[in-house]
Nanobody, 130 residues
C-alpha cells in the first residue's frame, strides 16, 4: 500500500521560503509521477498540480514556475517542494500525490491533472503573511 506523508509547512512572512517534504512508502519515488497540489482557504483543491516530477522531468504552474522547485531524493524516497519568495496568495494546504501507474518513462507520461493521481497525503498548512 502506498502512503504519503507531508511535512515542512508553517507560517512565514511574504518573501520568505519554506521546503515541504513528502516521504513515500510502498513505491519507489522514481517509479511514480509525483505531484504537489494546494487548496487555498475557502476554495476547493486545485485541479492541476502546481508542480510535479517524473522520469520525464518537471512541470510547473505558471504562477509558481519562477519561485518553486520540485525535486526528488531516491535515497530517502522522498519528494520536496522548495518554495521561495512566498506571497500571501500562496497560503494554502499543500498536498503531495502519487500516480503509480505512470513514471514518465517506458512509454508513459506524467500529467498535472488531479484525477491522474490515486494516492494523496494528508496535507500540510502553509501560511504567508504580508
Amino acid at each position: 500500500q502506498v502512503r504519503l506523508g507531508e511535512s515542512g509547512g508553517g507560517s512565514v512572512q511574504a518573501g520568505g521560503s519554506l521546503r515541504l517534504s513528502c516521504v513515500i512508502s510502498g513505491v519507489r519515488v522514481n517509479n511514480a509521477c509525483m505531484g504537489w497540489f494546494r487548496q487555498a482557504p475557502g476554495k476547493e483543491r486545485d485541479q492541476f498540480a502546481i508542480g510535479m516530477i517524473g522520469n520525464d522531468g518537471t512541470q510547473y504552474d505558471d504562477s509558481v514556475a519562477d519561485r518553486f522547485t520540485v525535486s526528488r531524493d531516491n535515497a530517502n524516497n522522498a519528494v520536496y517542494l522548495q518554495m521561495n519568495n512566498l506571497r500571501p496568495e500562496d497560503t494554502a494546504i499543500y498536498f503531495c500525490a502519487a500516480d503509480t501507474r505512470r513514471t514518465g518513462s517506458d512509454g508513459t507520461m506524467c500529467f498535472r491533472r488531479d484525477f491522474m493521481y490515486e494516492t494523496w497525503g494528508q496535507g500540510t498548512q502553509v501560511t504567508v503573511s504580508s
